[in-house]
């Protein structure tokens, strides 16, 4: 178990690291992005003249023959909640592990909420949900939340994102911006997401590592599940065994893309190989544009 003392020097460090990038580039999109976008039903009116159309409820309009529109309230305080993936399958990494980049991203977003005054609060799962930490305000707080995150010892090795996507749907009832962190090797969750969705906005960043999209030529390796434990002998001088692998990696990762656009859900791809920010950036640009 880690020294107190090298737990607080670990996040002082990340913090300095994630806070320069928060400062410069990455705050004021946050902001402009979700400021003001947590919202809940206030009443049923009727419809006045210059009022937005989008609003209008059909439902309540049929019934009563005439035009009748939704009001909501803006929220002044978001609830933001890291959703950390800490499996074994985290673990790797050619350079550095996924997880450690997931770490930089998080300690980002959880100071830009607090930049952003809003309430950050954290889930740490593998093949169930092994921590949860209610969203609240201060630097205080989101510096345990960092401690939390970084030396939390997994009960599991496995990863289960249908059974902790379920559990976590009865457990945030208030409208909040989930940011998910994980590789998404584990399929078979797109029926609790989407009920999440519904509910949240949901923002899924899937981690990846060169190592994991093609194979060098190296010889005879052992390949090693993070999670099982299982371990297969292959040969990388075989071009075509190198090929193959590329291909499969990529027809999962395009199927992936494919089946969180059909559900209207974000997805931001961060490669261990570069700066995690950059894919960030490209998001709220891309989702500031979209919003305007």
């Known amino acids: 178990m880690p020294r107190v003392r090298e737990i607080l020097k670990r996040v002082k460090k990340?913090?300095?690291?994630?806070?320069?990038?928060?400062?410069?580039?990455?705050?004021?999109?946050?902001?402009?992005?979700?400021?003001?976008?947590?919202?809940?039903?206030?009443?049923?009116?009727?419809?006045?003249?210059?009022?937005?159309?989008?609003?209008?409820?059909?439902n309540v309009t049929a019934r009563f023959n005439t035009p009748y529109i939704k009001e909501f309230i803006e929220e002044r305080d978001l609830n933001v909640y890291?959703?950390?993936?800490?499996?074994?399958?985290?673990?790797?990494?050619?350079?550095?592990?996924?997880?450690?980049?997931?770490?930089?991203?998080?300690?980002?977003?959880?100071?830009?909420?607090?930049?952003?005054?809003?309430?950050?609060?954290l889930c740490l799962f593998t093949d169930h949900i092994e921590k949860f930490i209610k969203p609240r305000k201060g630097r205080k707080h989101v510096l345990r939340l960092l401690r939390e995150m970084i030396y939390h010892k997994p009960e599991s090795?496995?990863?289960?994102?249908n059974r902790s996507l379920t559990h976590l749907s009865k457990i945030i009832r208030k409208r909040s911006i989930i940011f998910i962190i994980s590789d998404f090797i584990s399929g078979n969750f797109e029926k609790p997401l989407k009920f999440l969705k519904n509910k949240h906005d949901v923002i899924l960043i899937r981690l990846s590592d060169i190592r994991?999209?093609?194979?060098?030529?190296?010889?005879?390796?052992?390949?090693?599940?993070?999670?099982?434990?299982?371990?297969?002998?292959?040969?990388?001088?075989?071009?075509?065994?190198?090929?193959f692998y590329?291909?499969?990696?990529?027809?999962?990762?395009?199927?992936?893309?494919?089946?969180?656009a059909r559900l209207n859900v974000d997805v931001i791809e961060v490669g261990t190989g570069e700066p995690f920010y950059i894919p960030l950036?490209?998001?709220?640009?891309?989702?500031?544009?979209?919003?305007?």
């Open 246 to 260: 590329r291909l499969k990696n990529k027809e999962r990762r395009e199927d992936f893309i494919r089946d969180m």
């Open 281 to 292: 950036m490209k998001f709220f640009r891309k989702r500031k544009m979209r919003i305007r």
């Open 212 to 243: 994991e999209e093609e194979i060098p030529d190296i010889g005879y390796v052992f390949l090693e599940d993070r999670e099982t434990g299982e371990q297969i002998l292959i040969n990388t001088n075989d071009e075509e065994f190198r090929e």
């Open 82 to 121: 890291i959703v950390f993936d800490i499996s074994a399958s985290n673990e790797f990494g050619f350079r550095r592990a996924k997880k450690e980049t997931g770490f930089e991203i998080a300690a980002s977003i959880m100071f830009s909420a607090l930049k952003n005054n809003d309430n950050v609060g």
């Open 157 to 161: 090795k496995t990863t289960d994102l």
């Open 14 to 58: 990340l913090e300095i690291k994630t806070n320069k990038l928060v400062e410069g580039i990455i705050s004021g999109n946050y902001h402009s992005v979700f400021k003001g976008r947590g919202i809940e039903f206030s009443e049923v009116r009727e419809y006045i003249p210059g009022d937005d159309i989008r609003a209008i409820d059909w």
